[in-house]
């Protein structure tokens, strides 16, 4: 029989990356919140990478941030290393990647959970919601515990139904051995929700100790690093090197000799793997005439001897492991620790969400993270700190707070869950933004402050920080168009030394830092400010010069297509009543209900005609409303 054991407005279930920032967001936006997590000792664990961040994964955990969310705090305190990644390449792409300390990192964001106000941290397996006239009202755990809450957010993970396959070896099992949820998928299917299979996989841990580093290449963090968070200003973290190294020939052929035993290919795995990070087996496969591929030697953290194999995901059986990675320059003596592993796991198929996360088919349900099936810890942070906010503003009675495409990677994201699905674990690419210039890693702040501001997840004192950071750099730009620079020796001699054009008259500072080998830096000397200005102040300053011509097209674009997306479609419409629209948009708008014109026309299988037709039907179909009003 079960039992009352208390009521909350929200209630998120799982205490992995989404689940944490969901029931932070959730709290302290006013929430009473009950964080429910099969084992307190995984909250916020990292199954896989030990790191945070890299190409558009930074950009997210910066855009968290700047919403009020706490992934980039708590990496900024536990970091062991950190990186600014592609420098060479413009400001849209530089991102950040950090190496944790896993164990510090869980630690950390365990006690700031236990420490928020409104929040409480239980351990209790959920198995069946409870939805009383079609709205989901609370859970019930394995122990008979009912919650009740007015909003659920479900972040499971890859813990629904998880399977871990090694070579023949199949066992019911959460990541790294821990229980699985078997029976709340169930609830999920009882309640019409459509599952898919996924796969991810993870690479085997290695002793230190037996690592001869000797033959491998340091790879050592910033001298100066960057954080992720914009309330970090300082880290005397110290910093630990990782290691590459690379396959060798040996490898490619142990791993060809042993193809039927590898689950992969021996149909023993029945989930999608994720494209963009695949295991090494199908790496050798997929691409034959590469003679070799990369591999970093991760550390797991300060106090622990475990490096993690990066690049060498696999399921292959133990012996064969053990066999690829003595094949591997520096790693002919290594003692494996744990072994790399495939999880098969349920996700919800994730057209069936609003963009708010909230579930189409039972309200007051939202899901987030690798159960929408996502990869990675980032994209389920950004999901989770979304659906939180919107939780808790469901329960307060007010409208959701949806990222624009054009706002952030996390609208990005989150757009293309809803709106296009996803038939394998989806991994945010900067690829997949048409505004990439717009969503830098740099300029988080200036895009999604405001809003968490106005959410309540913004202090007044941070907000007024930013805003008066925001003032400096727009009137550090006007003073530069102001500013003259003339065209005596020590300027000429500047430009000489950067192979830039003498200058032949007086020009403004602003031109002068136009030109692409030109630096703040470089001109500071010559136009000093009066104002003290930060060093990220004056990238600001940089970036908002040198690329606003582009910057400019790229926002009247956004302008354009945010007509679109202003053209709202009522929930009511009847697509299969709508004359000329190809069945296959018929059968596709019907099934996700787009929001709005710009959502409808990003749905793979409606073409701009039909795109058309339902702009004719719906002018029609507002004069009809209209009339009747």
Not at 29 to 37: A, D, F, K, S, V
Not at 505 to 519: F, G, I, M, Q, Y
């Amino acid at each position: 029989m079960g039992y009352s054991a208390g009521e909350y407005d929200v209630i998120v279930i799982g205490a992995g990356h989404a689940g944490c920032e969901a029931a932070l967001a959730a709290a302290r936006m006013g929430c009473e919140t009950l964080l429910l997590t099969i084992n307190l000792d995984m909250v916020a664990f990292m199954p896989c990478n030990p790191s945070i961040g890299g190409p558009a994964k930074g950009h997210v955990v910066r855009e968290i941030d700047a919403l009020g969310g706490e992934m980039g705090r708590n990496i900024d305190k536990t970091f062991i290393q950190m990186r600014m990644l592609n420098t060479g390449k413009g400001p849209a792409v530089h991102a950040l990647r950090a190496q944790a300390d896993k164990f510090l990192y869980q630690h950390n964001m365990k006690k700031t959970i236990e420490e928020t106000e409104r929040l409480t941290l239980r351990q209790g397996m959920a198995e069946d919601l409870i939805v009383e006239e079609g709205r989901c009202v609370g859970v019930i755990t394995k122990t008979g515990a009912e919650y009740r809450g007015k909003a659920i957010v479900l972040t499971t993970g890859t813990y629904l139904r998880g399977k871990v396959i090694i070579g023949e070896l199949m066992y019911e099992s959460g990541p790294n051995n821990q229980q699985p949820s078997v029976k709340l998928s169930g609830s999920l299917k009882n309640l019409g929700f459509e599952l898919v299979r996924f796969k991810t996989g993870t690479p085997p841990r290695v002793h230190k100790d037996s690592i001869d580093f000797g033959k491998t290449e340091i790879q050592p963090g910033d001298e100066k690093p960057k954080f992720f968070s914009y309330e970090t200003e300082y880290s005397d973290n110290e910093q630990i090197p990782c290691w590459l190294t690379y396959t060798s020939e040996e490898t490619h052929r142990i791993i060809n000799d042993n193809l039927h035993r590898a689950p992969m290919f021996s149909g023993a795995i029945e989930g999608t793997g994720p494209r963009y990070c695949p295991s090494i087996e199908d790496k050798i496969v997929r691409f034959a005439d590469k003679p070799k591929h990369q591999i970093f030697l991760e550390p797991e953290g300060k106090n622990t001897s475990e490096y993690y194999v990066q690049g060498l995901s696999t399921s292959m059986p133990e012996d064969v492991q053990l066999q690829i990675l003595r094949s591997i320059p520096g790693l002919e003596k290594v003692e494996m620790m744990r072994t790399g592993y495939a999880i098969e796991y349920d996700a919800v198929v994730p057209t069936q969400l609003w963009p708010s996360l909230e579930s189409k088919l039972v309200p007051g349900l939202f899901t987030a993270g690798q159960i929408n099936g996502t990869s990675g810890y980032e994209e389920a942070a950004g999901q989770g700190i979304m659906a939180g906010i919107n939780a808790a503003r469901s329960v307060q009675g007010k409208d959701p707070v949806i990222v624009e495409r054009s706002q952030g990677y996390i609208g990005v994201l989150i757009d293309d869950l809803v709106t296009k699905g996803t038939n394998e674990p989806y991994r945010l690419l900067t690829s997949r933004a048409e505004y990439r210039l717009l969503l830098r890693h740099d300029n988080a702040d200036l895009r999604l402050t405001p809003v968490g501001y106005e959410i309540g997840l913004i202090s007044e004192a941070r907000f007024e920080k930013f805003m008066s950071k925001k003032e400096l750099v727009e009137q550090e730009i006007e003073r530069l168009k102001s500013e003259k620079i003339r065209p005596d020796q020590p300027v000429q001699d500047m430009l000489a030394s950067l192979g830039s054009a003498p200058l032949q008259n007086t020009v403004d500072a602003l031109s002068l830092l136009r030109r692409p080998e030109v630096t703040y830096a470089h001109l500071e000397p010559f136009a000093p400010s009066a104002t003290e200005l930060t060093e990220e102040m004056k990238e600001q300053v940089e970036i908002q010069i040198k690329y606003a011509g582009y910057i400019e097209k790229q926002l009247l674009q956004v302008e354009r297509l945010g007509k679109m997306e202003k053209k709202r479609i009522p929930d009511d419409i009847d697509y299969m009543d709508i004359h000329g629209l190809a069945s296959e948009a018929k059968q596709k708008l019907s099934n996700i209900r787009p929001l709005s014109i710009g959502q409808a026309s990003r749905i793979a299988g409606v073409t701009p005609a039909d795109i058309s037709i339902l702009l004719v039907y719906l002018e029609h179909y507002n004069r009809v409303v209209a009339a009747r009003g």
